[in-house]
């Protein structure tokens, strides 16, 4: 549903900007806002299915790496 | 003795001014004798020093043809190798080898749908250095009964051109095709530098320094014609652009891992079955990656080069329009507001994320230096040490001066916009700081040739 998906855009966006490092968070805060806005208007509902469970595989991996960076973090 | 044109209050490098007599012609003396012999020691290194002024912090990286960062996601998919998943992917009588060997066969995969290849056709190795040495050396010895013939260009990465020189001492012939002076090969001196014993042609797709890209899909028409190995350095082109194996008739190719946010320590060795393509090995051990590459598979690097393959086949679009993006705004503000700039290589036929640009009347070191702020380098790395002018830009035929005055810009998936802004503004700010200080510059505003100075060195 609407609410579903804006909860993981803003689930996205939130754990990117956890990265210690600057360009790994502009990156995937990009990515993100680049994945969402192109995918806006997509109706095929198979197709929705795909790219959300795609979204939420990046949701895990980007929050755990995002928790290690801020283990080693260094300067910026 | 010391007789050049200065304007008052302005002091020479050291190694000007104790090392080189400037010679001018009548035509162009002084109007104003007193000018003469006139250095101020007074004071004069006040407006050009920058000492201080360096910002705090991690320079921006614009320097990703030498390498590039990890991805996370990269990491993500190694840490389990690198922590309790340690098996020997070779090891076939326990279940820690058989899952590492599942993990490292599906990387095998990734890497060989990122240039359309077969996984069966993936050796991996330690980089694209051993890749580049078991693809020249190795062709080169199992045919060299029949054929004693090699054909590589000038601009190759130095892997290419030292096993080649090793090669020479084991009797080959090279030939080394000169390069055009926008940096690619002319496809008619390749066909006629094929002979009846060449074994195997060697060209770069994307140039490491200058990152124009070859005609792959002729170079490759025309080995397959004469029925000539062609082997190709991929590791700046695979993941950047589209890369496929049988489109360009590819036999063997070189992949980085480390060039495509994969880890270092890792590459693989494309080598094509049908029409087979056979190499002796370089390393002889327990026959891992059948026979080619003895030594255990460093099964989390593997995986990591698997990972940054399969993300960089993903992303590759969205990265090269970004890449395309940031090249296309620098290139366009530095050549807005510093004069005096040339592009090196091919405008067209190039990998934007790849920008070398030559700044006239600066000295490259200086400007290195003074660029604090930005990670920046000449050419490649392994030549970053020292002060010699790139082999690549000689062979396209740059002059000496324009060789030493380069810069490569390096732009990746990790580059930002910001990053790119406040390069141009360190740029133009260095560039115009150096040359108020350089003698050349200020006989260029007064319309003297340069290249028309007898130098006298004492």
Redesign the interface.
């Known amino acids: 549903s609407k609410s579903d998906v804006l909860h993981l855009y803003r689930n996205l966006l939130r754990n990117s900007k956890k990265?210690c490092n600057?360009?790994?968070r502009?990156?995937f805060l990009r990515?993100t806002k680049?994945d969402f806005k192109c995918h806006k208007n997509e109706s095929d509902p198979s197709k929705v299915q795909q790219l959300l469970e795609k979204a939420r595989q990046?949701l895990v991996?980007?929050s755990?790496?995002?928790t290690?960076?801020q283990m080693y973090a260094?300067?910026? | 003795m010391l007789a050049i044109a200065l304007r008052g209050s302005k002091t020479l490098g050291s190694k000007l001014t104790s090392s080189i007599v400037v010679r001018r012609c009548a035509a162009t003396a002084p109007k104003e004798g007193r000018r003469w012999l006139q250095i101020s020691t007074t004071n004069s290194n006040m407006d050009f020093s920058i000492a201080g002024q360096a910002k705090?912090?991690?320079s921006a990286?614009l320097d990703n043809q030498s390498t590039t960062?990890m991805d996370?996601?990269v990491?993500?998919a190694m840490m389990p190798l690198l922590t309790w998943q340690y098996g020997n992917p070779h090891s076939r009588s326990h279940h820690y080898g058989w899952e590492a060997e599942e993990l490292v066969e599906e990387a095998r995969g990734h890497v060989a749908k990122l240039i359309g290849a077969d996984a069966k056709e993936i050796v991996f190795t330690s980089g694209a250095t051993e890749c580049n040495n078991m693809a020249v050396k190795g062709v080169a010895r199992f045919y060299g009964a029949k054929k004693k013939h090699i054909i590589t260009t000038q601009t190759e990465h130095k892997c290419v051109l030292d096993s080649c020189r090793v090669l020479q001492n084991e009797g080959f012939e090279i030939t080394y095709l000169p390069v055009q002076a926008n940096g690619l090969i002319n496809l008619d001196t390749l066909r006629a530098a094929i002979r009846p014993d060449t074994a195997l042609v060697s060209v770069m797709a994307v140039n490491n320094e200058i990152g124009v890209i070859q005609p792959m899909v002729e170079i490759g028409k025309i080995c397959r014609e004469n029925k000539v190995f062609f082997h190709s350095d991929i590791a700046q082109a695979a993941g950047k652009i589209d890369v496929n194996v049988n489109e360009w008739n590819l036999d063997l190719a070189s992949i980085s891992g480390h060039k495509i946010y994969g880890p270092k320590g890792v590459g693989a060795l494309y080598i094509r079955r049908r029409p087979r393509v056979r190499i002796e090995p370089i390393i002889s051990g327990g026959g891992q990656e059948r026979g080619l590459r003895s030594g255990t598979v460093p099964a989390p690097l593997a995986v990591g080069l698997g990972a940054a393959a399969r993300i960089a086949l993903e992303e590759r679009e969205?990265d090269y329009a970004h890449a395309k993006r940031l090249s296309e705004k620098m290139y366009k503000a530095v050549m807005q507001r510093v004069p005096h700039v040339t592009l090196n290589g091919d405008p067209e036929s190039r990998y934007p994320g790849n920008l070398n640009l030559s700044f006239a009347y600066v000295e490259g070191e200086s400007l290195l230096m003074a660029l604090k702020e930005v990670a920046v380098s000449s050419g490649s790395a392994c030549t970053s040490a020292s002060l010699e002018p790139s082999y690549v830009l000689r062979a396209l035929g740059v002059d000496e001066d324009m060789a030493h005055t380069s810069i490569r810009f390096g732009i990746g998936?990790?580059?930002?916009e910001?990053e790119i802004d406040y390069a141009v503004n360190l740029v133009e700010k260095h560039v115009h700081r150096l040359r108020e200080m350089s003698p050349l510059w200020e006989m260029v505003q007064e319309g003297i040739d340069i290249k028309k100075i007898e130098w006298v060195a004492h």
């Not at chain 2, 998936?413 to 930002?416: D, K, N, S």
């Open positions: 990265f600057y360009n790994f502009e990156y990515r680049e990046d991996v980007i755990r790496q995002a290690l960076s260094a300067d910026r | 705090e912090g991690r990286f960062a996370p996601r990491l993500d969205r998936r990790f580059t930002t910001e």
